[in-house]
């Protein structure tokens, strides 16, 4: 629980190893205002041990609207790992600028390899690039560090972003009007003078009058 100001949370390593950890409540509503794509953070160990860290989890009070845990992974800076990161559009692309298609965004983060320090907040896409239909950002098109490598070489193919035509509306069919010839498998409709459709039974007149034989 939050108590004098300050907000639990542990830290655990790649081995297992758990530390509990308070920190100003202060502090971290100025983590959680600045942290953007990859939380990694700075963070102090009983006051001496410095560690780079990936926040994992926040768990907060919806009711009181603050913070009452924090959940952090200590890296090990010379050990690579694998992380999640944000990919951002950037620009504007001229083919939706100008009508010509439908910009789909198509993905936003993937997984890469690495050590820590060389981890960036977020991968950016321009797509000031998409032109016109049919024109696309794939994954391998990005800038990351050389140092760094996909988790999956696959990952390279999938799009990003991409440039799609619009949709058609489906057309209706248009009523026949006439004079015209009905569509196919549609049974033609006739009228009489008296607009009787044909098969349909006339108004009743009466019955008629037998005559007889005439010799």
Not at 25 to 45: C, H, K, Q, W, Y
Not at 138 to 165: H, K, M
Request: proline fraction near 8%; avoid cysteine.
């Amino acid at each position: 629980m939050v108590s004098e100001g300050h907000v639990p949370g542990v830290v655990y390593d790649q081995t297992g190893s758990v530390t509990s950890i308070k920190i100003p409540a202060n502090e971290v509503e100025r983590l959680l205002l600045t942290l953007e794509g990859t939380p990694l953070v700075d963070i102090l160990v009983d006051g001496k041990d410095k560690h780079i860290a990936l926040l994992k989890e926040v768990q907060k009070d919806k009711r009181l609207n603050r913070v009452n845990h924090l959940s952090f992974m200590a890296l090990d800076p010379q050990k690579e790992a694998v992380f999640e990161v944000d990919i951002e559009p950037i620009g504007e692309s001229p083919a939706a600028r100008n009508n010509l298609g439908v910009l789909l965004i198509t993905r936003n983060s993937v997984e890469l390899r690495g050590l820590p320090g060389d981890i960036p907040s977020k991968l950016y896409a321009d797509i000031s690039v998409l032109e016109d239909v049919g024109d696309l950002i794939s994954v391998g098109d990005l800038s990351i560090p050389e140092t760094l490598e996909f988790l999956n070489e696959n990952t390279r193919e999938f799009a990003v972003a991409s440039i799609q035509p619009f949709q058609k509306a489906e057309e209706e069919p248009a009523p026949v009007t006439e004079g015209e010839e009905p569509a196919e498998g549609e049974e033609p409709v006739e009228e009489t003078d008296e607009g009787v459709l044909e098969g349909e039974a006339s108004p009743k007149e009466g019955p008629a009058e037998a005559k007889p034989d005439e010799k």
